[in-house]
């Protein structure tokens, strides 16, 4: 069953569906319809012979018979005669009825085609009786007659239940023949359909297996236009594809950021190293390549630190615990440690709000604040200040690094959290361009937003958005 298409699973599912609420409904309207014609038999058998009750009339004598005037067939009964009209004979519904004498059961008019069979049974007034010849079923009813005159009589109708079944297997009949064709073209129809219905699908595997094979990610899945589930699936899929396209070209350009970042220390150290090993230098040169080469080295070892850091966090993000954070405890003696670096005469306070927690990772968060106030020392001026803000407002925590330092212009703003950007302020610095990109990250693990304002030559200001600990998903275990 697995290995059936879709397709034929749902023709086979609402054929057999069709098939039995079809067997069920002739079943149904069978049985009750025969019910309704058996009755209507009975029915008809019935009123005919009430009707001719009034067909037949006694006359005491031959004379007043004569006087009617309209003597259809005479039989001498008792001392009189029986005037039977001539109506008596028709066979209304094919209902047969005859005439008896019941004290010896002679049949003095009319017809009764199971005459022979019926002698033995007993009249039973105004009573339908069942019998079965040859396989038929018969009903008769038999009716005394009361009238002056009439008295000792019976009038008996006989009539064939077959009279009723010959209506019923024109029904049925019809219904063999109709059903089965209706049947048949309600599959092909609901095969075509599905087939119609399921085209798209198709076409979506298909564009799918052909990126995939192709590996261009920045083709589309179009299957037309529509706003139906499989438009919205297709629309999920490019979606997908289109993020997938933007984190292969994401990494793709780190590669090459990166390879590009290294290579600058690299020839710089290469230069230096020919430079040294060229002739005999005097030991002041030496010093001051060594240095150049120590630098660069540092830089290498930075970066080459900061992009592992990165690539941890990227591809492994839920390899680093979630947990109770006291973040007052941990801003304040970062802080502590941080305002030992004193670089340029820079001052560092601290403002921070007791009490506030949230839930995240220790060691990523020192990592975003040491980021953000390294930048302040790293761009602020002699003698400048920071000051490092934590504070809990309506449920968001806010912790935020302002220096009055170099700042950083409206247009370079956006691009600063990119990796490897490093704005015009600070290309002598002795940054890697990671540092923003990291913290950013961070605050993204932590389900919170960095922002900058800033202002050119009079200082920036980053702030970290938290969400509060009750806004917060579960701990890890
Ligand atoms: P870097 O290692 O170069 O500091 P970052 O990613 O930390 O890289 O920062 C990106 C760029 O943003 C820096 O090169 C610098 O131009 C700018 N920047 C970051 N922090 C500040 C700040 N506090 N003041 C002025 N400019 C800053």
Not at 94 to 99: A, G, K, P
Not at 116 to 129: D, I, R
Not at 156 to 177: A, F, P
Not at 388 to 412: F, H, P
Request: glycine share 8%.
């Amino acid at each position: 069953m697995k290995q059936i298409s879709i397709r034929l699973k749902i023709t086979l599912w609402y054929t057999v569906t069709l098939v039995v609420m079809v067997l069920f409904t002739c079943f149904i309207v069978f049985f009750v319809s025969n019910q309704i014609l058996q009755k209507t038999v009975r029915d008809n058998l019935i009123e005919a012979i009430e009707h001719n009750v009034d067909e037949i009339e006694y006359f005491p004598n031959l004379q007043a018979l004569e006087e009617t005037n309209d003597v259809d067939h005479y039989i001498q009964y008792q001392d009189g005669y029986l005037e039977i009209d001539d109506d008596f004979l028709n066979q209304v519904n094919e209902v047969y009825t005859s005439l008896y004498r019941s004290e010896d059961a002679a049949l003095l008019y009319g017809e009764n085609p199971i005459s022979k069979e019926t002698a033995e049974l007993p009249f039973a007034n105004s009573q339908v009786q069942k019998i079965k010849v040859d396989g038929t079923l018969y009903y008769i009813f038999d009716r005394m007659l009361t009238r002056e005159g009439l008295q000792g009589l019976y009038l008996r109708g006989v009539v064939s239940e077959l009279q009723g079944k010959g209506q019923m297997t024109d029904i049925v009949r019809i219904s063999m023949v109709l059903l089965p064709a209706l049947v048949l073209l309600s599959i092909f129809g609901g095969y075509w359909i599905a087939g119609r219905m399921l085209r798209p699908i198709h076409r979506l595997s298909q564009m799918a297996s052909q990126i995939e094979k192709g590996g261009d990610l920045k083709k589309r899945i179009d299957i037309g236009k529509g706003n139906d589930e499989l438009h919205q699936l297709a629309d999920r899929f490019n979606a997908m594809f289109g993020r997938l396209d933007e984190a292969f070209e994401a990494e793709r350009q780190f590669a090459s950021d990166a390879s590009h970042e290294l290579r600058t220390p690299m020839s710089v150290i290469t230069a230096q190293c020919e430079y040294l090993l060229e002739k005999q230098r005097s030991a002041e040169e030496y010093e001051q390549s060594l240095r150049v080469i120590q630098r660069q080295s540092n830089k290498m070892a930075g970066l080459i630190r900061d992009m592992l850091d990165f690539a941890r966090l990227e591809a492994r993000a839920d390899s680093y615990a979630r947990e109770r954070v006291d973040l007052s405890e941990l801003v304040r003696s970062l802080c502590t440690d941080l305002a030992l670096i004193a670089e340029n005469g820079i001052t560092l306070k601290a403002e921070v709000e007791a009490g506030v927690i949230c839930v995240g990772n220790r060691e990523l968060l020192s990592r975003l604040l040491t980021n953000l106030v390294s930048n302040a020392y790293r761009y602020g001026k002699e003698n400048g200040h920071i000051l490092v803000k934590l504070m809990q407002e309506g449920g968001r925590i806010a912790l935020s690094v302002c220096d009055d330092g170099i700042g950083i212009a409206k247009e370079e703003q956006s691009k600063i959290f990119r990796r490897f950007y490093q704005a015009d302020n600070s290309r002598s610095s002795a940054g890697t361009g990671l540092g923003l990109a990291m913290a950013y990250e961070i605050a993204q693990f932590h389900g919170g937003a960095l922002s900058v304002e800033s202002e050119l030559g009079k200082g920036s200001v980053f702030t970290l958005q938290l969400p509060g600990l009750e806004d917060n998903a579960p701990e890890n275990p």
